[in-house]
């Protein structure tokens, strides 16, 4: 079992938008510590996508954006493209392990 | 663009040590916090430990001291070794570059990550 909770998969037509939910606990989002994406293709180096509950990286598209509010946070993208169709995980520290803690990721298909 | 490259055995037997090791193009190895973290098949990531420069490391709880990162400078590498291995550590292993700060006049881990290798499987299996 993650740490953080994601739905295990999440759908949407080319030009929508998504919502994926990351659901902590108070020793890791809810003692305010930062929340991170990152999104994964398989085969490939997974992609730091927003830092900072908010920010993105330079060269990830404002398609993406991130928020965070209480024990959880969420990840939309709008403007679905099919190139966005990857595993989308979130991550944040934890005070009781004293380190990082991923959710279980979440697959996003466009349909 | 930092591209990291992990290195070793795919097979390791139950009850044995595993290796392995993270290549870190140029000369960045000294001024960054570097992790080693794990997906076990159809699960989500799990995060096994750094190691800073200087020697200091952390490791995660859960696996009970069997994990043990260190750094080669000189070769720009840096290695997980995790013994007394079992089924459950079979995963795909990243290694990644924490993003790394100064926090009141001391480097620190900012416990993200801006860089990954492409992840390489561990099958623990007789």
């Known amino acids: 079992q993650s740490v953080l909770t994601q739905p295990p998969s999440v759908s949407g037509a080319p030009g929508q938008r998504v919502t994926i939910s990351c659901t902590g606990s108070s020793s890791n989002i809810g003692a305010g510590y930062d929340v991170y994406w990152y999104q994964h293709l398989r085969g490939t180096a997974p992609k730091l996508l927003i830092s900072?509950?908010?920010n993105r990286p330079s060269g990830v598209p404002d398609r993406f954006s991130g928020s965070r509010s209480g024990t959880s946070a969420s990840l939309t993208i709008t403007g679905l493209q099919a190139e966005d169709e990857a595993a989308y995980y979130c991550?944040?520290?934890?005070?009781?392990?004293?380190?990082?803690?991923f959710g279980g990721g979440t697959q996003l298909t466009v349909l | 663009q930092v591209q990291l490259q992990e290195s070793g055995p795919g097979l390791v037997k139950p009850s044995e040590t595993l290796s392995l090791t993270c290549t870190v193009p140029?000369?960045?190895?000294?001024?960054?916090?570097w992790n080693w973290i794990r997906q076990p098949p159809g699960k989500g990531l799990e995060w096994i430990g750094y190691i800073y420069n200087s020697g200091i490391t952390k490791y995660n709880p859960s696996l009970k001291s069997r994990a043990t990162i260190s750094l080669d400078t000189s070769k720009n590498q840096f290695s997980l070794k995790l013994s007394s291995v079992t089924a459950a550590d079979t995963a795909v292993y990243y290694c990644?570059?924490?993003?790394?700060?100064?926090?009141?006049?001391?480097?620190?881990?900012?416990?993200?990550?801006?860089?990954w290798g492409q992840g390489t499987l561990v099958s623990v299996s007789s």
């Open positions: 900072g509950n908010t």
């Open positions: 990644a570059r924490d993003v790394s700060r100064m926090v009141r006049g001391v480097f620190s881990p900012a416990y993200y990550f801006d860089y």
């Open positions: 991550q944040s520290y934890d005070n009781s392990l004293s380190g990082s803690v």
């Open positions: 140029g000369d960045s190895i000294s001024n960054y916090y």
